[in-house]
């Protein structure tokens, strides 16, 4: 079992920025990849961004990228989402996943461990 939890959101202006981190406890053993997602109200959680554990590779949303970045901290088990430059239809809920079991790497149900989420909200 891998527990997740997410900090970091919060409300901003457009054009603002914030971190997210989400810290990994348990089997942290198993995880072999990490990644957020997001879901805005009405509509279909969605892949932003994945980093492998082992060699740091990574993948991110076309919308997002120039935009959000995402690394790791190994030795804390805890991935970071950097959101710069944000837009209203940032807005949602951020969710942490760990543990890859194949399919697309941007795609929910490849991933086992979720976190609880956090909001995002972005004001124009």
């Known amino acids: 079992q891998v527990q997740l939890v997410e900090s970091g959101g919060g409300s901003v202006q457009a054009g603002g920025s914030l971190r997210l981190s989400c810290t990994a406890s348990?089997?942290?053993?198993?995880?072999?990849?990490m990644a957020w997602f997001r879901q805005a109200a009405g509509k279909e959680r969605e892949g932003v961004a994945t980093?492998?554990?082992?060699?740091?590779?990574?993948w991110s949303a076309d919308s997002m990228k120039g935009r959000f970045a995402i690394s790791q901290d190994k030795s804390k088990a805890m991935v970071h989402l950097q959101m710069n430059a944000l837009k209203p239809e940032d807005t949602g809920t951020y969710y942490c996943a760990a543990v890859y079991r194949g399919g697309g790497f941007l795609s929910a149900p490849s991933f086992r461990y979720w976190g609880q989420g956090t909001q995002v909200t972005v004001s124009s």
């Open positions: 980093i492998r554990v082992g060699d740091d590779m990574t």
């Open positions: 348990g089997d942290t053993a198993s995880v072999n990849s």
